[in-house]
Structure formats: structure tokens, C-alpha cells
């Protein structure tokens, strides 16, 4: 056996020891030494449900306290304009920490609020944060990073000043999502530093988090403590959190890809209803391991899981975007069904001052991975299997990190990618963009009928798809390794 037959069979073994593994026990690590008793931190809001009347809110204590939340509506000035509201919600005790959610369901859209978190019998609150409600209209913008995946608070501190290029680059955008692994480690220590890092951000946005393989995979109940979501039927919590919520004309759907091994019947079967019976102009999928990328994940069986067995189900769903994390690398597809180009018309229109292109009602999917935001960068895998290199209209690493902008309006989306030289001032530049032009109305799938969400109900199912897919799969990975 050669040194790279070794390794790949070394490899190989890792993946199935990791497919067939325990979780393990948190570190020891409980963060004392970062956050004193009493102090309330991991502020962060999250959409819940409907975007334009409720917002989740998520935090942390060391010591048991209340659970409430007191808020009002401020105008551009940041001058009250409402009365003071109060929510109260529950706490958890989790690895050393009481984790606090709370619910406002009852919000104006398209208002900005102010609010803070604490204990409203003890008088203690948090800083001053502020939020702004979907107005409802099709005309919102956002920003995605991805694979934060930071071990050091320098390296945390690092990527937040992307995100915060990012905001002074698109400051309307209206809330940002990160496409997973926030953490390394998935310590209390490395979540502690992301919050203190991204304070300023989380505190004053709507954020919209995607679990990754490094934020709870084998940690369980990691990422679902952190963030107040909306579970979608059926979803567990354990590995992640799946979700969906509409933004002005746009549906967007949060999947969890930890919970593919086996490819749960449940989440498929909810994500299928999801998008079926949904009628927004534009569909977006999120989630965090890609099904097109071109790094060192991409040939690996996780991944193949996600591109051989998920990607034709989520191919028949009319979704228009795909963005995703996972490969440390930048990523654009052109616009593919079943692993082929589908030809688009454009046409050259001036938007906002600048000649853009647009594709006109692209057919098929454009999956895009923003590269990530923090310090580990992968580069472009030469040996990606067929047809990703192919299909790609950029595969490429810049050697610097990166986010992403998304501007809907009406009938049409614009899309950008910008580097950010955080240490040489943090310059920000235009690296790509794409627009398309989408003529035709959205539409649910007339007559669709809901699929089985129930976790109990699909136990043998999901040990049944176990086994077919992780067959299928090794067996076409075997393949692969033969074939080079
Ligand atoms: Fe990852």
C-alpha cells in the first residue's frame, strides 16, 4: 500500500468512526475567567416566525435570573415614539450556563425598535440594543458570511470586522445570516468570544444563524441553546435547528445539514412542505454543508451525501439561490439542474447608477458559497469531482476573507462578493456579482399535501435511508478513489 492509498483509507476510516460517533461531553471550560457572575451576555434577536410582527430573543447568565424583555418603538433619531412593552419568556440551565428566550409576537412592521434583556424584578437589564421589523414589502436587502469557525478571540475579532465591512458597505441590509460553523471547538470559552466580538452586530440586527458541523454536530444542543427559533415539525434541536420565514417577497429556508446521517426523513419530508407550499416570488435555501463547492470538503462522503441523495429532491422545489458554507472557499455556480448549465438569456439594464446583467428567469439553481469570513482559507481542489469545476462561473480563493450582499427588488435580485483586507485597513472590494430577472410570479404546488413530520412515525425510515444512502454513497466514494 502506497503513503496516498494509506491516507486515503485513513480517511476513510475517520469519516465512518465520525458517522458512527457518540457525542462527547462539553470541555471543562465553562468560561469564568471571560464572564463575571451577574453579567448578561450572548445577547443576540432572531426572526421567529413572521418577520414583520415577532423577533426572538436569546441570552445568557451565570446565575439564575429572569427571563424578560422590554422594548419600544424609536424613530430615526432613536427618540421613543411607543410606549415601554415587557415579555417574559424561560430559562434553561446548559453546561454551566442559564440560557434565557423570550418571544414579542405582537410587533408593528416595518418599525425600529429599541430594546433591552434582563430581569425586570431585580431591575437588571442589559445594554441598549435595536432591531427593525420587515416592513412586507418586496424590497429588502441582507448579508451572508460563512465559517467564522474561529478559535481565538483574535481570530473572532478578525471576522466581525467583515461583517462589519459588510454593514458600512450595505448599511439598509436588513438582517445577516452566517451559513454555519460560528465555532471551532464549540466551547463555552470560543461561543463567549463570537458574542463579545460580534456584540455590536448581534445586538443591533435581526440575525438569521445556520447550524454547522463545528456548532453542535457532536455536541448536542450547542447551537439550538444559543439562537430563539422557530423549530420547523419535527425538528429535534439536537444536531441544529431547520427553519423557514418569509422576507418581504422572498421565502427562506434554513436547513440543518448535521442531521443528514441519516438524511432524516422528517427534516426532508418538512422541507418538501416548506417550499411546496410556499408562493413567494423567490425561494432561498440555506444550510451549511454545500452541494456544489470546490474545496477540500467537497469529495468527501458527507458532502456526496448532500449532492448524490438531497440535491434531486431539492432540485424539484423552484428554488432560486443556494447558499451555503462548509468549504472555505468562493464559490458560484452557473445557473444548473441535474448537473448541467441550463442557458439563460440576459439583458443589460442600468440599476442603481451601475450596468448590470441580468439573467432573465434562469431555469435551474445557482448555489453559492461566500467563502468564509474568519482566517482559514481552503483552496480551490483541482480534484473536484465532475461536473463542479464545470458548472462554475468562479471557483477561486482570493486569499482573503469575504461576504456577501443580496439586494431583492421586486422582480429583481442582485447579488455581490466582496474581499475585505482586514489587515491592511480593511479595503473593501468588488470581487463578483450576478443579477437575475425574474418575470414570472412565485407559486405554491397546487394540491400539496403535507408529508409525515413526525419523528416517531419515521424511525425506521430514517434507519432504512441510513443505509441506503451511506451505501450508496461509500459505494460511490470507493468508485471515486479508484478512478484516480
Ligand atoms: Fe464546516
Known sequence: MNKKTG???LSLLLVLSLLFSMPFAASANTGDEIVPDGSITRVNVTIYGDSKTSRGFSWATKKNSGSDV???AIDAEGNPISEVKYYSGKSNSFMGYIYHKVVAADLEPGTM?????????AGKWSDLGTFKTDDGDDKFSFIA???VQ???EKNFQFASKVLEAGYRTLPEAEFFMSAGDFV??????EWEWLFKSFKNIFMNTTAVPIAGNHDGNLKWHWFENQFNLKKGAGCDGITGVYYSFDYGNAHITVLNSNDMYPMSEQQVNWLQNDINKSDAKWKILVMHRPFYSAGKNVNKPDTMIMRDRLLPIVEKLNIDLIIAGHDHMYYRSKSVKNGKVVPTETITEVYKGVETVFEVNPAGVTHILPNTAGTKRYS???KAVSPILDIAAVASQPGLSMFSTFEIDGDRLVYKAYTVDVDNGGTVELYDQYAILKTVPGSAVEGWEDLDTNPSNNLFKNIANFFKHFTQVIFSYLKMLASR
Open 7 to 9: 491516507f486515503k483509507l
Open 184 to 189: 471551532n471547538d464549540c466551547t463555552n470559552e
Open 70 to 72: 422590554m422594548l419600544y
Open 150 to 152: 474561529a478559535s481565538s
Open 145 to 147: 458570511i460563512a465559517d
Open 380 to 382: 480551490v481542489n483541482q
Open 113 to 121: 425598535y429599541a430594546y433591552r434583556v434582563g430581569d425586570k424584578a
